[in-house]
């Protein structure tokens, strides 16, 4: 069967209008798919076909972007899991050892006002102290050894940073008898302050309190010894956090140890100071200024070293006065007083009055208060 010839070009006039009208099809499409890149470009961009050209890299951060989401999310979470463990090594950094130093030196300045009113026969509880009294007597106590170890650790620090570096640049025979020496030192250290402190125990004495600060220092140097010998003879750094753990536990123990002995010499300190602040005190009473004690009624005091006066006067407020007596403190309403001719072998007693309407007290600059006229004191 034979084709039409007249019919051929009636397809194609028919199909060059399909084919047109396709392409014109596409040609929309596309830019439809076109126009939100075109919107979503700068307002003054005067060419929108450069910004909708690259057409595969505008669709790659689409793509890349949806990810992106949850890590952003991801250090908002850890930074908010981190604060609580950050803010308690703050408070423990702070609180603890404040809380702690607090603590030291109350019962530093306890064992100060202890020593200080025993010498005298007085218990210190009964005087009413209260934590700021204890805390500024722990002052007194404390700040000459404070300071002489702070002197002695930075002359430490010194003269290892001098002597480093001679050690390294100097012989292995140096460094051998240099770490040989101070071994022996700090092991003779240890040995006689342990045994010392062992053999004397606690007291009230500042010589009492080398026993501990030997054994402390000769702990010291052993363990600077044994550091020395690792920095000089040990080259390589996996050994060395291969035995982190090591090292941590032994500067742990080391620290305690040191850290009790030095207790127990600050202790022995305190006790020592309290005991010379008192022996002080009794050797200077004679030279205090005189104090005139009146009392409406009798007190009984002792006659060593205390006159007694009783007032004939009918309208005498005041009864009774006393002379001869010494201020020694006023704490928390309650006044201890002590005969001027006071010694801690001559029987005089110390006494303790609480504030009342009942008794009144004078102070004369002078070591003589005038003396009473014969009707009234």
């Known amino acids: 069967m034979t084709e039409d010839p007249a019919a051929r070009p009636a397809r194609r006039k028919s199909a060059a209008?399909?084919?047109?009208?396709?392409?014109?099809?596409?040609?929309?499409?596309?830019?439809?798919?076109?126009?939100?890149?075109?919107?979503?470009?700068?307002?003054?961009?005067?060419?929108?076909?450069?910004?909708?050209?690259?057409?595969?890299?505008?669709?790659?951060?689409?793509?890349?972007?949806?990810?992106?989401?949850?890590?952003?999310?991801?250090?908002?979470?850890?930074?908010?899991?981190?604060?609580?463990?950050?803010?308690?090594?703050?408070?423990?950094?702070?609180?603890?050892?404040?809380?702690?130093?607090?603590?030291?030196?109350?019962?530093?300045?306890?064992?100060?006002?202890?020593?200080?009113?025993?010498?005298?026969?007085?218990?210190?509880?009964?005087?009413?102290?209260?934590?700021?009294?204890?805390?500024?007597?722990?002052?007194?106590?404390?700040?000459?050894?404070?300071?002489?170890?702070?002197?002695?650790?930075?002359?430490?620090?010194?003269?290892?940073?001098?002597?480093?570096?001679?050690?390294?640049?100097?012989?292995?025979?140096?460094?051998?008898?240099?770490?040989?020496?101070?071994?022996?030192?700090?092991?003779?250290?240890?040995?006689?302050?342990?045994?010392?402190?062992?053999?004397?125990?606690?007291?009230?004495?500042?010589?009492?309190?080398?026993?501990?600060?030997?054994?402390?220092?000769?702990?010291v140097v052993l363990g600077y010894a044994v550091h020395m010998r690792r920095v000089l003879r040990q080259g390589g750094q996996e050994a060395r956090a291969a035995s982190a753990w090591a090292d941590a536990a032994e500067w742990m123990i080391t620290f305690f140890l040191v850290a009790i002995s030095l207790f127990g010499a600050a202790s022995d300190y305190a006790g020592g100071v309290g005991v010379t602040r008192a022996s002080q005190l009794a050797a200077e009473l004679p030279y205090q200024p005189a104090v005139v004690l009146y009392s409406q009624h009798s007190l009984d005091l002792p006659p060593t070293g205390i006159t007694e006066t009783r007032c004939t006067s009918a309208d005498a407020g005041y009864r009774y006065r006393y002379d001869g007596l010494v201020l020694v403190l006023e704490s928390n309403g309650k006044y201890l007083l002590l005969p001027r001719q006071w010694t801690r072998d001559g029987g005089s007693p110390a006494i303790l009055l609480a504030e009342s309407d009942a008794i009144r007290l004078e102070f004369y600059p002078g070591t003589v208060a005038p003396a009473p006229s014969p009707t009234a004191c």
């Not at 019962?107 to 202890?114: E, I, P, S, T």
């Not at 007085?122 to 404070?146: K, Q």
């Open 17 to 219: 209008p399909a084919g047109k009208s396709a392409s014109a099809t596409s040609k929309a499409a596309r830019t439809a798919t076109r126009t939100p890149r075109l919107a979503a470009a700068p307002v003054g961009d005067p060419e929108p076909e450069a910004a909708s050209e690259p057409v595969p890299s505008a669709t790659v951060p689409a793509s890349s972007s949806a990810p992106q989401a949850p890590a952003s999310a991801a250090p908002a979470h850890s930074s908010d899991a981190g604060a609580l463990p950050q803010l308690a090594r703050v408070l423990g950094g702070i609180v603890a050892p404040t809380t702690l130093l607090t603590a030291l030196l109350y019962y530093f300045g306890w064992l100060h006002a202890y020593y200080l009113f025993g010498y005298f026969g007085v218990n210190s509880t009964t005087l009413g102290f209260g934590t700021v009294d204890y805390l500024m007597r722990s002052v007194d106590a404390l700040y000459i050894p404070l300071t002489v170890a702070a002197i002695v650790a930075l002359l430490a620090l010194w003269g290892n940073a001098a002597l480093l570096p001679a050690l390294r640049a100097g012989s292995p025979g140096l460094r051998s008898r240099f770490l040989r020496a101070v071994t022996v030192l700090g092991i003779a250290l240890v040995l006689a302050g342990g045994a010392l402190t062992l053999l004397i125990g606690g007291g009230s004495s500042g010589y009492v309190a080398l026993a501990p600060v030997g054994f402390a220092v000769g702990v």
